[in-house]
T-cell receptor, first 111, second 114 residues
Framework: DAKTTQPNSMESNEEEPVHLPCNHS???????IHWYRQLPSQGPEYVIH???SNVNNRMASLAIAEDRKSSTLILHRATLRDAAVYYC????????????FGQGTILTVHP | DTEVTQTPKHLVMGMTNKKSLKCEQH?????MYWYKQKAKKPPELMFV???????INESVPSRFSPECPNSSLLNLHLHALQPEDSALYLC?????????????FGPGTRLTVL
């Protein structure tokens, strides 16, 4: 499985934008980039995914580099509820549903 | 309804006990998963079921025995566990196993083996 690299931790202030980076230099052409997050004492939850184009949904935006070797999850206005571990995961056509979680980024949001 | 439920929330068992974890979803999903998560570590995939058949076993010891009696229900039978098996056990489901399918996770069962 292609690997992702994320910073161990990041900090933000409430109501400010947060940019969470992910490097995936060995991504293949059929790999989708997925982001999940895990709030304290909860199971992971889906945030967003994309293939080549930037994507927006009600939770976040995903900016994908033109060469697809990196991506950035953007939380437009962080809230205290966004404090979580954020996982960037590649899922390709042959993964058949397997999600391989890396270490993720621990996001701390300060009031 | 996008909910995956898991019971029990907490479970304490001895090494000679037999217990089961239960997972249920009513979203019409045909793929279901078990993950194991140790403290401060990411989830690790254990098993994948697709259309009620076991598709992936990530070399999990036989003391963990999964079962999918129908498309809505997934069980994990536990027998002769070791203290190092103490962890959060997460269940997830997805519509199918395509790379675009979102996985929905339950809250997990926190297992302690004494």
């Amino acid at each position: 499985d292609a690997k992702t690299t994320q910073p161990n931790s990041m900090e933000s202030n409430e109501e400010e934008p947060v940019h969470l980076p992910c490097n995936h230099s060995t991504i293949s052409g059929t790999d989708y980039i997925h982001w999940y997050r895990q709030l304290p004492s909860q199971g992971p939850e889906y945030v967003i995914h994309g293939l080549t184009s930037n994507v927006n949904n009600r939770m976040a935006s995903l900016a994908i580099a033109e060469d697809r070797k990196s991506s950035t999850l953007i939380l437009h206005r962080a809230t205290l509820r966004d404090a979580a571990v954020y996982y960037c995961i590649l899922q390709g056509g042959t993964s058949y549903g397997k999600l391989t979680f890396g270490q993720g980024t621990i996001l701390t949001v300060h009031p | 309804d996008t909910e995956v439920t898991q019971t029990p929330k907490h479970l304490v068992m001895g090494m000679t006990n037999k217990k089961s974890l239960k997972c249920e979803q009513h979203m019409g999903h045909r793929a279901m998963y078990w993950y194991k998560q140790k403290a401060k570590k990411p989830p690790e995939l254990m098993f994948v079921y697709s259309y009620e058949k076991l598709s992936i076993n990530e070399s999990v010891p036989s003391r963990f025995s999964p079962e999918c009696p129908n498309s809505s229900l997934l069980n994990l039978h536990l027998h002769a566990l070791q203290p190092e098996d103490s962890a959060l056990y997460l269940c997830a489901s997805s519509l199918a196993r395509f790379s675009t399918d979102t996985q929905y996770f339950g809250p997990g069962t926190r297992l302690t083996v004494l």
